[in-house]
């Protein structure tokens, strides 16, 4: 497995973990050293099931910060972004591709 895949899963489940717990300041608290990383290691392939999880974490991180006050992801409420996030941690971790509709609805880059 990828450093960068193993950074993101740790980070979607801790960002999980913290969401649940009320510590929103905290969500996305690696995002930073992650885009950092993939700054410095482009060379890294990306697959798509972790291009759908980063652009998710991207996303997840944007509406914690703005306190959910403006829901962009229809069909996904502000309690089943840490749901989520272990989901597609789980699926990284074992290898299996996102499946669920509505990330990929949402997180799915579509090539022109």
Do not use: C
């Not at 950074?7 to 905290?26: M, P, S, T, Y």
């Not at 290898?95 to 799915?108: A, D």
Request: charged share 30%; proline share 2%.
């Amino acid at each position: 497995m990828q450093k960068l895949e193993l950074l993101l899963i740790e980070a979607l489940r801790r960002d999980a973990l913290r969401q649940e717990e009320g510590r929103l300041v905290e969500v996305g608290k690696e995002f930073d050293a992650v885009e950092e990383y993939r700054s410095n290691n482009r060379d890294e392939p990306v697959s798509i099931d972790l291009a759908i999880a980063l652009t998710f974490w991207d996303a997840w991180v944007d509406q914690v910060h703005h306190g959910f006050q403006q829901n962009f992801y229809q069909g996904i409420g502000e309690s089943d972004w840490a749901a989520l996030a272990r989901e597609i941690a789980g699926q990284l971790e074992g290898r299996e591709p996102i499946s669920n509709v509505l990330i990929l609805k949402h997180f799915r880059r579509h090539s022109a």
